[in-house]
């Protein structure tokens, strides 16, 4: 009996998969397609598969709800992981800023060392052509 037989006779219509197993009952008894559709019928086929679907719509709700309590659990578990390495990483960059502020204050120093020590070395220079100035005035040929 084809599927679409079945629904003609019995006025319902049963999943594919259903409708497999109602095939094997079927093909199981030894009575024509007309009356096996009635005694189906008469004998609650209807009302058990029914039965079977809110079953499986209640195992189904289950899963749901237990994959939603799974997904917020993952969820809360990365967010808390999120804002941990996103503190961490915070931590880390304001470190860094700090060391960098370090560095560049001590390289203004160090600038303003080299500035003075050129200022020193360039008055050291002036001195010393002024005595070497002196020197040649005097007839001292001696280099300093």
């Known amino acids: 009996m084809m599927m679409s037989e079945f629904i003609e006779r ?3 219509e049963p999943t594919a998969a ?7 009952e079927y093909m199981g008894c030894d009575v024509d397609k007309d009356k096996f559709c009635k005694e189906w019928k008469k004998n609650g086929g209807i009302q058990r598969l029914c ?3 809110a079953r499986r719509i209640e195992e189904l709700e289950a899963e749901v709800a237990m994959k939603d309590r799974q997904y917020e ?4 578990r990365h967010s808390r992981q999120f804002n941990e390495m996103n503190s961490r990483l915070k931590a880390e960059l304001e470190a860094a800023t700090k060391r960098l502020e370090n560095i560049q204050n001590e390289k203004d120093c160090l600038y303003g060392e080299i500035q003075k020590a050129k200022a020193a070395q360039k008055e050291a220079e002036e001195k010393l052509a002024k005595i070497r100035e002196a020197f040649a005035i005097l007839g001292i ?3 300093v």
Do not use: L, N, P, T
Not at 18 to 24: F, H, M, R
């Open 10 to 12: 019995v006025g319902f």
């Open 18 to 24: 259903e409708y497999a197993e109602i095939e094997q």
């Open 51 to 53: 039965r079977m679907r």
């Open 73 to 76: 659990e993952m969820d809360a």
């Open 141 to 143: 040929a001696k280099e």
